[in-house]
């Protein structure tokens, strides 16, 4: 059974930093692109950063480039989303997701329809 587990959300004023996490299981790591959504509430779900399994090609949402970093252990099969200078409108459920498809016809970063996702980890910004 694949799994996608999040950690790391919480509250954090503004300006804070916070690290998430993704933990993959169930699935080889390397054939997959993994990285993260959010949704803020009463908004659509926003596609925010993308990190291939294999190579480590990274991809971010103009709105997130320069603040928010993508990494990935493969030995633990787990990517790390570290948020700096975070604002009040980052404030959203943050979502863990994987796709194959995608990838395995050279299209990176995923658009939608992905594999797998995660339950979600709450991040709130305060001011």
């Known amino acids: 059974e694949v799994q996608l587990v999040e950690s790391g959300g919480g509250l954090v004023q503004t300006g804070g930093s916070l690290i998430l996490s993704c933990a993959a299981s169930g699935l080889s790591f390397d054939v997959y692109a993994i990285g993260w959504f959010r949704q803020a509430p009463g908004k659509t779900r926003e596609r925010i950063s993308f990190?291939?399994?294999?190579?480590?090609?990274?991809w971010y949402a103009y709105s997130v480039k320069g603040r928010f970093t993508i990494s990935s252990d493969h030995n633990k099969a787990t990517v790390y989303l570290q948020m700096d200078s975070l604002k009040s409108e980052d404030t959203a459920v943050y979502y863990c997701?994987?796709?194959?498809?995608?990838?395995?016809?050279?299209?990176?970063?995923?658009?939608?329809?992905?594999?797998?996702w995660g339950k979600g980890t709450l991040v709130t910004v305060s001011s």
């Open positions: 990190i291939t399994g294999s190579d480590g090609l990274t």
């Open positions: 997701a994987a796709d194959s498809v995608a990838l395995r016809v050279g299209v990176f970063p995923p658009l939608s329809g992905m594999d797998y």
